[in-house]
């Protein structure tokens, strides 16, 4: 299937920003963590060892920067059809502000910020900017990505 | 547990100490497990050539993930990463080896915080930086007790 040379129009870009996501919840188990740092083949004590982590200034066992992404990346809909089927992670930017820790019940909620499109090496491309915002049973806001997902 | 790191003994320009990474198909598989993304082009070769690739590829997460390493790995276990940013320019393949490489581009105090800001990548054997990004890392300093 040939793509279209254009498929944006201001109208539907506008409609888009701002659509967010139902929440997504997780409880942060500390198997769950071990298990992340193990895939990553990261051994640092602080993601896989509670005796070890408790001797340090975070007091225990914390999740790698990168756990979050357990909750999946999350897409909110777009408000209409796309002739774009295929999907490609294009990056991520992270904030910091509280470490996760085991037992910790995550919410997240994903909000299309910028929507635009691009020819480019694959065709037609509708780059969409979402930011996703992490928060504990704190209602703390622990991290946010901002995430570009590229439809191509 | 790694030594830790001052703020005190950073400089701007100075190089994190290199992180090598072998990626294999059997982590690519790990890491779908543990992240939950099961998307096929990272594990089912005849899917991911169905979809005009060279062969099945690394997750970009998996990439920011070891870029997280590199920084988490040099900062001790004191220092709280702030941020960290990166973006997928070019694929990584399974089998080949990369290294996350980074560099001190500032070093400064702001609310209190000792911070510092790095360059970060993620470079293949042909030294192209497939996964170029930031990060800023904020350590304790020796000025106040850490």
Redesign the interface.
């Known amino acids: 299937m040939a793509s279209p040379s254009t498929f944006l129009t201001e109208a539907m870009r506008q409609q888009a920003i701002g659509q967010e996501s139902p929440p997504v919840c997780l409880e942060v188990e500390k198997g769950?963590i071990i298990?992340?740092a193990?895939?990553?083949?990261?051994g640092?004590?602080?993601f896989n060892d509670e005796a070890?982590?408790r001797?340090?200034?975070?007091g225990g066992l914390i999740a790698?920067?990168?756990f979050l992404?357990?909750?999946?990346?999350i897409r909110p809909d777009l408000p209409f059809d796309i002739p774009l089927h295929?999907?490609?992670?294009?990056?991520?930017?992270?904030?910091?502000f509280q470490?996760v820790r085991p037992c910790d019940r995550i919410t997240a909620v994903a909000r299309i910020t910028d929507l635009r499109e691009r020819s480019g090496r694959l065709g037609l491309m509708l780059i969409s900017t979402i930011v996703t915002t992490y928060r504990n049973q704190f209602d703390e806001v622990v991290a946010t990505q901002t995430n570009?997902t590229i439809r191509y | 547990m790694a030594e830790q790191l001052y703020w005190e003994d950073v400089a701007e320009g100075m190089e994190l100490p290199p992180l090598v990474k072998n990626p294999t198909t059997r982590q690519l598989v790990q890491y779908a497990g543990a992240s939950g993304d099961f998307y096929e082009i990272h594990y089912a070769l005849e899917y991911a050539r169905g979809n005009g690739l060279e062969g099945v590829i690394l997750h970009g997460a998996l990439k920011n993930a070891f870029l997280g390493q590199l920084m988490t790995d040099w900062m001790g276990p004191q220092g709280a990463l702030k941020r960290l940013s990166c973006q997928y320019r070019g694929m990584d393949l399974p089998g080949r080896p990369i290294t996350g490489k980074g560099t001190v581009t500032r070093k400064y105090q702001q609310d209190g915080q000792f911070l510092v800001d790095c360059a970060i990548w993620l470079e293949n054997a042909q030294g192209e930086k497939t996964t170029p990004g930031t990060a800023t890392a904020a350590l304790p300093s020796r000025s106040v007790g850490g």
């Open positions: 769950a298990k992340f193990q895939a990553i083949g990261d640092n004590p602080l070890a982590a001797k340090t200034s975070y790698p920067p990168t992404r357990s909750l999946g990346q295929r999907v490609l992670d294009g990056g991520s930017d992270w904030e910091y470490p570009t």
